[in-house]
């Protein structure tokens, strides 16, 4: 019974450290897709979405955009000049200030990319420099703490077994992955398996996992969305001599938006953190049950919060189009849902196609079953089988043995589209029987076979009938 019993509970802590390895190694994704930490590209380090905006493609992609916007400039200017001929006195624009408006735009062209890259540089170090001042143990040991150290620290609360007077010391080893949380013999040195909270534990890493997963989307469609912000940005320059750069302003702001909701959300992610940790030495009650659902509660809110956190930013920099963006990605995670949803229904249909053949596919078309579509396959017969009347002369018996092997895989391929694998199976033996002892010249299902010795009695008169 301990036998079982700890192996439960070391396959409980299994499931708790292979989670948290995920979320570690997605957290390390996140630092090289914020630009935090580098990438390396052809033996050199860059950051990812510096690397895409100075590509050979996106630039020679921006040059003919940026082509096409001049031409759209001088057509903008033109209208502006036109409608300004037919509007009140009061409306009407100076030919000067709609000149210098094409000016403006034509200089702003050629700023663009230099401060949109400067400024990602920039912000980069800047938020690197955050990052490592809100990880409390990177300044002291060079290194970053661990989310799986963090979690087994936060569940263990009660488990520690080592000496109390080294307790931070080790903790701190667990955190800043000194000690390998993923090494069950470590661990069980210094916490009781038995004693770990796994209600905190593992629910709390599954939940972290899902946030950081959305996260992570999150930011791959940023570097989509960046990229094509920056070649498409001479279009809306182009239009400042018409709407005084109303679009241009939006564009301004949802880039504004989009790279600093990228590292909103690695902040947040490190408040998360710091408010995990800070909670489990908080008793709000004393009954341990009300105190375990408040932290739960704690680790939800903080969640949804990290995943928010570009919202936060989209609003502080004015821009109303981002405001939906965490609704858009669950609606399309949803769609992709159903998409994977329908994508295994048409492969159990054609998996259950290539077991039961028609019969499946009919039986679930009628009953909307894939398990009824089964069992028929597997419970009805194959095929009706051929029976002989009489013992078949030599002649015949001999004489049709060449067609009947070589209409034999013919059987066997309509024995597939009727029944399946299944049916294709259960006719095997019996057509290597007709191909021995049948009197036809194409191949059967062989089934008994009646002699004159033997009377076809009325059993067997209805089955050679079916």
Not at 98 to 113: C, E, T
Not at 250 to 277: P, Q
Not at 404 to 411: D, L
């Amino acid at each position: 019974m301990d036998f079982l019993t700890n192996w439960i509970f070391e396959l409980l802590y299994s499931l708790q450290k292979t989670i948290c390895y995920i979320i570690d190694f997605i957290r390390d994704i996140f630092y090289m897709l914020a630009g935090i930490e580098p990438v390396t590209i052809d033996g050199e380090e860059t950051d990812l979405l510096s690397h895409f905006l100075l590509s050979d493609t996106v630039r020679t992609t921006f040059f003919y955009i940026f082509l096409i916007a001049i031409i759209l400039l001088v057509v903008f200017v033109i209208i502006a000049i036109i409608r300004s001929e037919y509007v009140n006195s009061e409306n009407k624009k100076s030919k000067t200030l709609i000149l210098g408006n094409a000016f403006k735009s034509f200089a702003i062209f050629l700023m663009v990319p230099f401060i949109l890259i400067a400024g990602i540089a920039l912000t980069n170090v800047v938020m690197s420099a955050i990052n490592a001042s809100m990880n409390p143990f990177v300044l002291e040991t060079g290194g970053r703490t661990t989310i799986g150290g963090q979690i087994l620290i936060t569940s263990g609360q009660y488990a520690y077994i080592g000496d109390e007077a080294t307790r931070s010391q080790i903790e701190q080893m667990f955190l800043t992955g000194q000690l390998d949380y993923f090494d069950m013999s470590v661990v069980q040195q210094y916490y009781n398996l038995r004693s770990l909270d796994f209600l905190i534990g593992i629910f709390g890493s599954i939940v972290i996992m899902v946030m950081f997963v959305m996260s992570a989307v999150t930011f791959i469609q940023r570097l989509f969305d960046i990229v094509l912000m920056f070649i498409i940005s001479p279009v809306s320059v182009s239009t400042i001599p018409v709407d005084d750069g109303n679009r241009f302003k939006i564009w301004r702001d949802m880039v504004i938006s989009k790279v600093l909701g990228a590292y909103g959300i690695i902040l947040s992610m490190n408040l998360f953190f710091f408010f995990f940790l800070q909670i489990q030495g908080i008793t709000f009650f004393t009954d341990s049950f009300k105190n375990g659902i408040v932290k739960i509660l704690f680790l939800i809110g903080g969640a949804f919060a990290v995943t928010k956190a570009n919202l936060v930013i989209a609003q502080l920099t004015g821009n109303t189009a981002g405001q939906n963006e965490t609704q858009q990605l669950i609606r399309n995670m949803q769609t992709g849902g159903h998409i994977v949803k329908a994508t295994l229904a048409t492969g159990a249909t054609a998996a259950g196609a290539i077991i039961g053949g028609r019969r499946f596919v009919d039986t679930k078309k009628s009953t909307r079953s894939s398990i009824t579509g089964l069992k028929t396959a597997f419970k009805s017969p194959a095929s009706n089988q051929y029976f002989n009347k009489t013992e078949p002369s030599k002649l015949a018996r001999y004489g049709g043995m060449p067609t009947r092997i070589a209409t034999m895989p013919i059987g066997m391929i309509k024995d597939l589209t009727q029944g399946g694998i299944v049916g294709m199976s259960k006719n095997f033996i019996p057509r290597v029987k007709n191909i021995a002892k049948g009197d036809s010249f194409i191949n059967h299902a062989q089934g008994k076979i009646i002699t004159k010795k033997e009377p076809l009695n009325e059993n067997n008169s209805q089955e050679h009938q079916g």
